[in-house]
Nanobody, 126 residues
Framework: QVQLEESGGGLVQAGGSLRLSCAAS????????MGWFRQAPGKEREFVAC?????????RLADFAKGRFAISLDNTKKTVYLQMDSLKPEDTALYYC??????????????????WGQGTQVTVSS
């Protein structure tokens, strides 16, 4: 089993920044995808960003995240970061970290991920 622990959420004004972290622990693994998803009340969980590690890192961002968010990975710590800048009220959601250990290519569907964190709340005030 793998445990994912998120941190870094909070309340911020529009235009502000937050940095989310997610650390994986438990069983060892070497090739993986760690991703961020978010879910606002009454909406489906949606893909935000992910990074694939297979000796080198490859990233993918949702269109709404491009230019504002950045994802990075410290493979030695099995920790993924999501830097969010220029935050908007519509970014308010519960942000989840997820891990995919059984992949052939980068996945953006939540159902493809094997492990999930508990989520960290991000609230952006106008």
């Amino acid at each position: 089993q793998v445990q994912l622990e998120e941190s870094g959420g909070g309340l911020v004004q529009a235009g502000g920044s937050l940095r989310l972290s997610c650390a994986a622990s438990g069983r060892s693994f070497s090739s993986y995808i760690m991703g961020w998803f978010r879910q606002a009340p009454g909406k489906e969980r949606e893909f935000v960003a992910c990074v694939q590690w297979t000796g080198g890192s490859y990233t993918r961002l949702a269109d709404f995240a491009k230019g504002r968010f950045a994802i990075s990975l410290d493979n030695t710590k099995k920790t993924v970061y999501l830097q969010m800048d220029s935050l908007k009220p519509e970014d308010t959601a519960l942000y989840y970290c997820a891990l995919d250990l059984n992949f052939s290519f980068i996945e953006i569907l939540p159902a493809k991920y094997d492990f999930w964190g508990q989520g960290t709340q991000v609230t952006v005030s106008s």
